[in-house]
T-cell receptor, first 113, second 115 residues
Framework: QQPVQSPQAVILREGEDAVINCSSS?????VHWYRQKHGEAPVFLMI???GGEQKGHDKISASFNEKKQQSSLYLTASQLSYSGTYFC??????????????WGLGTSLAVNP | EAEVAQSPRYKITEKSQAVAFWCDPI?????LYWYRQILGQGPELLVQ????????DSQLPKDRFSAERLKGVDSTLKIQPAELGDSAMYLC?????????????FGQGTRLTVV
């Protein structure tokens, strides 16, 4: 059930672009993206609720292909502050209308000057 | 700005001792999560509460771990006895299930070291 993220690690120079993929063997109800800086708690980036949805904030955007059961996070013109580990989470429905978020293993992103 | 409060931030304990962590979620958030995160890995859900009820504790090692949220507000996670392999970051998060986005807000975590 755990979503698979790729690549495991990325090293960029400031200003370069990157794509992080998240795929699941099971149908995705929704996909969450978080970023965690070293020694800090994860911080929410965005959620995609339905197939075909795309979202963006500043130069970070994401898409959700429900049919392919995958999501991609796009980082454009990367900044030093983008460094961290990026996690995708797939939301699964539990009994009683409860929901459970299952996390991928993360993609480590380092942006160098 | 409202935030999830956790204490302590750091805890060093000896093997076989008992240890407890406390979490106070954002006011009004009915859903509370306890995660364990080992260095270099993603968070692993230990237990999820909806108000005072446990909705998922399938990954909680129940022989040594317990969690409660008696009044549906703050929560305590306990480990007894602690083992060396329990060394990790313990994260608490909360969310408002009435919102479609179900964004989870995390506390700063408790870094546990078992020696």
């Amino acid at each position: 059930q755990q979503p698979v993220q790729s690549p495991q690690a990325v090293i960029l120079r400031e200003g370069e672009d990157a794509v992080i993929n998240c795929s699941s063997s099971k149908a995705l109800y929704s996909v969450h993206w978080y970023r965690q800086k070293h020694g800090e708690a994860p911080v929410f980036l965005m959620i995609l609720l339905k197939g075909g949805e795309q979202k963006g904030h500043d130069k970070i955007s994401a898409s959700f292909n429900e049919k392919k059961q995958q999501s991609s996070l796009y980082l454009t013109a990367s900044q030093l502050s983008y460094s961290g580990t990026y996690f995708c989470g797939s939301l699964h429905l539990l009994a009683g209308n409860n929901r459970k978020l299952i996390w991928g293993l993360g993609t480590s992103l380092a942006v160098n000057p | 700005e409202a935030e999830v409060a956790q204490s302590p931030r750091y805890k060093i304990t000896e093997k076989s001792q008992a240890v407890a962590f406390w979490c106070d979620p954002i006011s009004g958030h009915a859903t509370l999560y306890w995660y364990r995160q080992i260095l270099g890995q993603g968070p692993e859900l230990l237990v999820q509460f909806q108000d005072e009820s446990v909705v998922d504790d399938s990954q909680l090692p129940k022989d040594r771990f317990s969690a409660e949220r008696l009044k549906g507000v703050d929560s305590t996670l306990k480990i007894q006895p602690a083992e060396l392999g329990d060394s990790a970051m313990y994260l608490c998060a909360s969310s408002d299930p009435s919102r479609v986005s179900t964004e989870a807000f995390f506390g700063q975590g408790t870094r546990l070291t078992v020696v």
